[in-house]
């Protein structure tokens, strides 16, 4: 009885709308938006209190910074959008600075877009970082008990510090983004999600979608999706192994993906190897579970996952320098804990029958559970409360709604969004073939800014597939150097360097053979 009676309670107290809420007001300034790649955009910046429990309008607040991009008077002609950054613990200031700046540039031409930081993120009332590191020995019995401990350390230090880590889930961040609703004085919003961002669109659409105008969710993570299917990194591994097959370029010995994964895992569990980093003379040591943390993070998208049959063929022969690249890569996310998403991820919690599911096929996997390592498993130990079941019914809606999803998406895969359709009345489907997380799904093609443009002017609405650009593996270590050298450098820059180096001696020469000539004459 208690588990329904504790889920009513929350969804009740946290529907309602305070008058804290309404009563709220945004005063923007002007704002310079340092961007990496497009110099410095004329912006507005707000900050926006709310309480950190909706149920207690007077209880502490929270203060969360909102930037806005301005459409022109001329072109507006579409509600606020609101872009709601993945993670959990990604900054929606922080994402429009980077290589997606341009598509956010198109989509302010027809209405205004506030970039969000999130409760707990970028620059909106952090959390104390937690002074614990985790160690990271070998072994993944060794490091979940490393990521327990030091999770409950930093649970302890929170709690220390007066930090109400309870208030840090998605139905409080929802209940935000209507606050900030009200404060704009707006009827409707449009919600831009992206990864974790559509599992909070999605509540903000249960709890008060009345008040959008309509959706765009790019890798749908629904209500019930935080915690993943093992089984899809091996379908995605297949896939790979596919394409690995008609590149005919890639050397037969690497195209065997799948075999050589588990060649290599059997071998790293009976000794694991120790080796430098191909970018560094750095030593690491790969086990088994390590090889598939780092083969997981290969598959996050398309210019990692070029990389896996070479990586992984190499690593079978003892030559594990690329590999282990990734293997760092994920041992340096696991060192420190951050509040926010972990309270976010583990609150948004799983269903006892997902969790069956997701039981029963680790043991099938070739990667066994690393796509939901470790929350999955220290969750239930940390004392964060879950939403409950009524939180991760799907979602019914009538709201348009654009899903853009990845082929190669092992972090939101195109089974979210399968399973979710049914749902929604007025969904639209732009599928990209190849691509996977990440960038892929903003940057692999440029019909995807297109179709997001018509989408939101409610110019298309339909089903749409798009095929990324073949994906070029690696194929020798040598051959990635050169490619990072290039990339690095730039090709002018490398004739200049390679002019110098050949000029320079002949240059030289000729110079002392001269003098030499003069010399004689005397």
Sequence with gaps: MWPFLRASLVFFSLALTTAADASATLQFAPYGLKTENHGTQAAEIAWLDVPARHSEPSGPQLRLRIVRLRTPEATRTQAPMIYLAGGPGGSGVGTARGARWPIFDRMRQHGDVLLFDQRGTGESSLPPACPHEAALPLGREELLASQLATAKRCMQFWRAQKLDLDAFNTVESAHDINALRLALAVPKLTLWGMSYGTH??????????????????????????????????????????????????????????????????????????????????????????????????????????????????????????????????????????NAMPLAMDIASGVSAERMAIINAQTPKSVLGDVLNFPYFSIGAELGIPDLGDEFRTPLISAIPTLFVTGTLDVRTPPANMQAALP????ASQLIVNGAGHDNDLWLSHPEIADTLEAFVQNRWQGVKQLQMPKVEFATSLSNELWRDVRSSLGLPLIGLILLAAIGLPMVLFWWWRRRRLLRRAR
């Design 200 to 337: 909070l669109a999605s509540s903000v659409m249960r709890l008060h979608g009345e008040h959008i105008e309509r959706a765009i969710l790019m890798g749908y993570e629904g209500p019930p999706d935080t915690y993943k299917f093992p089984l899809v990194a091996d379908q995605m591994l297949g896939q790979i192994e596919a394409m690995a097959q008609l590149d005919p370029k890639l050397p037969t010995e690497f195209k065997s993906v799948l075999e050589n994964t588990r060649k290599l895992l059997e071998k790293l569990e009976r000794q694991s190897i120790k080796t430098s980093l191909l970018r560094s003379s750095d030593q690491i040591e790969i086990g088994k579970f390590e090889a598939q943390l780092g083969i997981s993070v290969m598959l996050i998208r398309s210019d990692f996952a070029r990389h896996i049959p070479l990586a992984i063929g190499l690593a079978v022969k003892g030559e594990g320098g690329l590999l282990g690249e990734y293997v760092q890569g994920a041992q340096l996310g696991m060192k420190t804990f």
């Design 423 to 426: 749902g929604f009345s007025a």
